[in-house]
């Protein structure tokens, strides 16, 4: 049993016994910058990348996924919408920093993706090949000037294929994800490998959806050798690591021999750093071991259907029940295009309002998205197989569905209802206030709470500490996922990792079944405010 397993188990109960360091107290004033800056680095300006929304809306949000090309165009408008900056906001809302948010030196910027207290630590590099439209190198994505650094001149397009082998369409150009630890950690600490994992897996979902309404297709390597890429990038290696890779088809490449010898010349790598806004940086010991741990095995990619058997799903709470579950209607269709529902995703921070109710089709299109992310599309889960996440619902305020809680039942390929198992009679509210950690939040008030449950313990025994980066990835893939279903609808949403995991799993009676909670996501209807400020940039 590696280290992967004894950090699952300290997230879980953190709420009881606190992670070390106990006493660790941010210091905002020295606060690191949201991404990282390379002040002696060639900028190239990206096309914010026209969005044909008709032909967005007949795809779907959630719709089959294609096999079409990238282009520059779609480059820079997949990142413009996903991780770029897109606009300011203000609202009256519940979070402790709204009385600092107006202030020009605190202000925060809408994007498309959500990211764990608002951190955004992940770079995104560019690896372009011969075959794309800039010169071959090494870039990095600036999301505040929506531009691409050159950090590298020179093909490496080989090397990365070299550490990821054989996943993805043939050719030569890649985005690889890296976390500088540092950007989480000054605020959560040991907690934060736990949380920049689920950033990764958020993201990409947001390119998962924007591609499939495109026409395109994104997948994920978690699996490749790591060490190579990092020492490529130029990072250190206890500092920074490198969570995914995404091969991309690109329009008008050219397929690459598969015995082509990879040319990597002694010495070549990335030598701009970047430069650091914290006058002191410093490590945690526990992010420090979960992370050797998961470097453990990098490139050993488990086999097709390893995990099947890992995720079997739970037997119902009461064999010979399933006459008694609630049959949901079939989720509404979502009409908004891809760039609108990003543009409109928010947090709503105590803003939820009981009345009017949510309805149960609401309910439905809300569950129906989140089930569609539980499988994220990687080298560790491809094509069709059992979900990795599983959904729990109290319910608050939905019309037709009694308040109490159930376990969610998607939906089968043949038109087979999405149903709801019941599993506590009642209203959850004071359960669910009472293991909540923070004031930003009536849970009451909200139309429903979405728990999100994973067998970890079951993926790391099957394949190993890296898993545990599959396994937040996919929640993470789950919450953006609602997050973008919700802004379509018209509904309000928001995220949590404050609550008590431990009472989650004996109110639930999860032991047995070996699932862990590991998020809860609110829906509902929200206080309109008319003193909302919204300032679009892009």
């Given at each position: 049993m590696g280290y992967a397993h004894e950090y699952a188990t300290a997230v879980m109960r953190r709420g009881r016994v606190p992670m070390e360091p106990a006493d660790f107290v941010?210091?905002?004033a020295d606060r690191p910058r949201k991404g990282k800056y390379f002040p002696e680095a060639q900028r190239f300006p990206l096309p914010d990348g026209a969005v044909d929304a008709a032909a967005s809306v007949r795809r779907g949000l959630f719709g089959p996924v294609g096999d079409g090309g990238f282009t520059l165009e779609l480059l820079g408008g997949m990142l413009r919408d996903s991780y770029g900056l897109t606009g300011r906001r203000l609202a009256v809302q519940a979070n402790s920093d709204l009385g600092s948010l107006p202030l020009w030196t605190h202000a925060n910027f809408s994007r498309g993706t959500?990211?764990?207290?608002?951190?955004?630590?992940?770079?995104?590099?560019?690896?372009?090949?011969?075959?794309?439209?800039?010169?071959?190198?090494?870039?990095?994505?600036?999301?505040?000037?929506?531009?691409?650094?050159?950090?590298?001149?020179?093909?490496?397009?080989?090397?990365?294929?070299?550490?990821?082998?054989?996943?993805?369409?043939?050719?030569?150009?890649?985005l690889v994800l890296g976390v500088k630890f540092w950007q989480n950690a000054f605020k959560y600490n040991s907690f934060s490998?736990?949380?920049?994992?689920?950033?990764?897996?958020a993201l990409l979902q947001t390119w998962r959806i924007w591609a499939g309404a495109h026409g395109l297709r994104i997948g994920a390597a978690l699996w490749f050798d790591e060490p190579r890429l990092t020492g490529l990038l130029g990072m250190a290696p206890e500092e920074e690591g490198v969570?995914?890779?995404?091969?991309?088809?690109?329009?008008?490449?050219?397929?690459?021999?598969?015995?082509?010898?990879?040319?990597?010349?002694e010495g070549v790598r990335v030598r701009l750093a970047d430069q650091e806004r914290s006058r002191r940086?410093?490590?945690?010991?526990?992010?420090?071991?979960?992370?050797?741990?998961?470097?453990?095995?990098?490139?050993?990619?488990?086999?097709?259907?390893?995990?099947?058997?890992?995720?079997?799903?739970?037997?119902?709470?009461?064999?010979?029940?399933?006459?008694?579950?609630?049959?949901?209607?079939?989720?509404?269709?979502?009409?908004?295009?891809?760039?609108?529902?990003?543009?409109?995703?928010?947090?709503?921070?105590?803003?939820?309002?009981?009345?009017?109710?949510?309805?149960?089709?609401?309910?439905?299109?809300?569950?129906?998205?989140?089930?569609?992310?539980?499988?994220?599309?990687?080298?560790?889960?491809?094509?069709?197989?059992?979900?990795?996440?599983?959904?729990?619902?109290?319910?608050?305020?939905?019309?037709?569905?009694?308040?109490?809680?159930?376990?969610?039942?998607?939906?089968?390929?043949?038109?087979?209802?999405?149903?709801?198992?019941?599993?506590?009679?009642?209203?959850?509210?004071?359960?669910l206030q009472a293991n909540y950690f923070l004031a930003n939040y009536n849970l009451e008030q909200a139309g429903a709470v979405i728990m999100v449950a994973a067998p970890t313990a079951a993926v790391l025994d099957t394949v190993g500490d890296r898993g545990l980066r599959l396994v937040n990835a996919t929640v993470g893939a789950t919450s953006q996922a609602l997050y973008t279903a919700t802004a379509a609808a018209g509904l309000a949403c928001g995220v949590a990792l404050g609550f008590d995991c431990v009472s989650y799993a004996e109110h639930l009676d999860l032991t047995d079944t070996g699932e862990i909670p590991m998020l809860i996501m609110m829906v509902g209807q929200e206080q309109r405010a008319e003193a909302d400020f919204d300032h679009r940039i892009a």
């Open positions: 941010p210091d905002w959500a990211s764990g207290g608002g951190l955004y630590p992940i770079g995104v590099h560019w690896v372009c090949g011969p075959s794309g439209p800039f010169t071959p190198g090494v870039y990095h994505y600036a999301t505040g000037q929506h531009a691409m650094e050159r950090l590298l001149t020179g093909d490496v397009s080989g090397q990365v294929r070299a550490a990821v082998g054989e996943f993805g369409p043939p050719g030569d150009q890649f490998y736990h949380v920049v994992a689920m950033d990764i897996g969570f995914a890779v995404v091969p991309l088809r690109w329009e008008g490449s050219r397929e690459l021999p598969a015995d082509q010898p990879v040319l990597e010349p940086v410093f490590g945690f010991e526990t992010v420090r071991r979960v992370h050797a741990a998961t470097l453990a095995g990098a490139a050993e990619r488990p086999d097709p259907g390893a995990l099947d058997a890992a995720l079997a799903a739970p037997a119902p709470a009461q064999a010979g029940a399933e006459a008694g579950w609630q049959a949901l209607p079939q989720p509404q269709a979502l009409t908004a295009d891809v760039r609108t529902a990003l543009r409109a995703r928010r947090s709503s921070f105590g803003r939820f309002t009981a009345a009017p109710a949510m309805s149960a089709e609401q309910l439905a299109t809300a569950l129906a998205a989140s089930a569609a992310a539980g499988r994220l599309d990687s080298d560790a889960q491809p094509g069709e197989g059992p979900a990795l996440t599983r959904l729990y619902v109290f319910a608050n305020h939905v019309t037709g569905v009694a308040p109490g809680v159930y376990r969610y039942h998607p939906g089968g390929a043949e038109g087979s209802p999405h149903r709801l198992e019941p599993l506590r009679d009642g209203a959850p509210g004071a359960f």
